[in-house]
């Protein structure tokens, strides 16, 4: 999981990689509070819309439009970090088993190394990490890895590792009274994640 830098791709080039950009963009909203450059960026790319996901994303684009990045740091800490334990987790593990290195997280572990992939030492979140799950989803729509990276193997992970417990973090974030900026971030997730949910159970 690491964060780089985001491009915002028009829609004419193609869905799955708007899907990719979307989850690398969650990934990095959900692992740290974002920059002044990444709160212009999307800002500016305000579009209309009637779906939940366009109407989502208006909604993010303008709560970045006055955002102040030192505000959305102390309520990313205040939410997510906080001291001792956080007033919302992050873990998949958590919400599946009621405990963080539990066994989600052994079985994620599984699942990984069979795609050939596995946490940096240099991360200290755990692989159940949300933002983490959805840089594995962006590389599984990206890469081009003609092994792991096809549709199949993308409905396999998330239909295990995020779909059974996403939509509750984000409805936990979105209805915490402290969530300011990362009310929008949760409901802009929850519609994505509903969307990619139905599509895999069409296939």
Known sequence: MTTQPLK???????EELA????????????YQPPSQDLLTQIAQSQQGGTTLLEQ?????????????????RDE??????????PELMLYGSYY????????PLAALRTDLAKLGLQRDDAIPE????????????????????????NVATQKQFFGTHIQPWASELCD???AHPKA???????????AFFDIEAQAFDML
């Open 8 to 14: 915002f791709e028009s829609p004419d080039q193609g």
């Open 19 to 30: 899907r990719a950009d979307l989850y690398g963009l969650l990934a990095t909203l959900f």
């Open 56 to 72: 989502a994303w208006s909604e993010l684009a303008n709560a970045c439009t006055n955002a102040n990045p030192t505000t959305i």
């Open 76 to 85: 990313y800490e205040s939410l997510f970090i906080g001291v001792g334990k």
């Open 96 to 103: 599946l088993s009621g405990f963080l290195m539990e066994k």
């Open 126 to 149: 755990t692989e159940d990490h949300i933002a983490a799950l959805c840089e594995v989803m962006r590389y599984l729509i990206a890469s081009g890895d003609p092994v792991h990276a």
């Open 172 to 174: 936990a974030i979105a």
């Open 180 to 190: 300011v900026f990362y009310a929008p971030v949760a409901r802009l997730s929850k």
